[in-house]
T-cell receptor
Framework: RKEVEQDPGPFNVPEGATVAFNCTYS??????FFWYRQDCRKEPKLLMS???SGNEDGRFTAQLNRASQYISLLIRDSKLSDSATYLC????????????FGTGTRLTVIP | EAQVTQNPRYLITVTGKKLTVTCSQN?????MSWYRQDPGLGLRQIYY???????DKGDVPEGYKVSRKEKRNFPLILESPSPNQTSLYFC????????????FGPGTRLTVL
């Protein structure tokens, strides 16, 4: 079983739509959680960390459910520039050597 | 500007010809790592280093070597590349600790014929 599993996608949504991605993790001792964004053929970049209480950054909202071991990312009012692959990342210990990446969910926002 | 640089960005080589991919960061980070990214498999860690002269294997270390003689540099060495090492490689650096952001280099696309 993979440490981190994501919705397979791809998601094709019209501009202005709301879209949600889920990600499940297998290790209940996981300590920190992140969403990264990766544009085609580019490096991943941190989109947001995910905190226990949930957190919001503009049109983006991240939620963590420890009991069910999943995290989610909600994007409201989708823009064309949101088209990318979104990677779920889980740290199962302290330090970045315990990071596990999901395979990513591809989002395409259509005009 | 804080950044991680990698060179070369693109490389086509032949089986068995030794190569080195360089990685350098200017953020004074203790921690550096190498990943490879393959379709359907996501990012997998090859090697990591927690500080100068401290390196350890990640999930897929076979066929790779690394060194960390200086804090800013963390080269990836393929002594005898094989076609199954054709992949997109990323170097990353971060400060140690839970929750710290990893900064990725721009990637090196390697093709081994």
């Amino acid at each position: 079983r993979k440490e981190v599993e994501q919705d397979p996608g791809p998601f094709n949504v019209p501009e202005g739509a709301t879209v949600a991605f889920n990600c499940t993790y297998s290790n209940s001792a996981s300590q920190s959680f992140f969403w990264y964004r990766q544009d085609c053929r580019k490096e991943p970049k941190l989109l947001m960390s995910v905190y226990s209480s949930g957190n919001e950054d503009g049109r983006f909202t991240a939620q963590l459910n420890r009991a069910s071991q999943y995290i989610s990312l909600l994007i409201r009012d989708s823009k064309l520039s949101d088209s990318a692959t979104y990677l779920c990342v889980v740290n199962i210990g302290t330090g970045a050597n315990n990071l596990f990446f999901g395979t990513g969910t591809r989002l395409t926002v259509i005009p | 500007e804080a950044q991680v640089t990698q060179n070369p960005r693109y490389l086509i080589t032949v089986t068995g010809k030794k190569l080195t991919v360089t990685c350098s960061q200017n953020m004074n980070h203790e921690y550096m790592s190498w990943y490879r990214q393959d379709p359907g498999l996501g990012l997998r860690q090859i090697y990591y280093s927690m500080n100068v002269e401290v390196t350890d294997k990640g999930d897929v270390p076979e066929g790779y070597k690394v060194s960390r003689k200086e804090k800013r540099n963390f080269p990836l060495i393929l002594e005898s590349p094989s076609p199954n090492q054709t992949s997109l490689y990323f170097c990353a650096s971060t400060t140690l600790g839970v929750g710290d952001t990893q900064y990725f280099g721009p990637g090196t696309r390697l093709t081994v014929l």
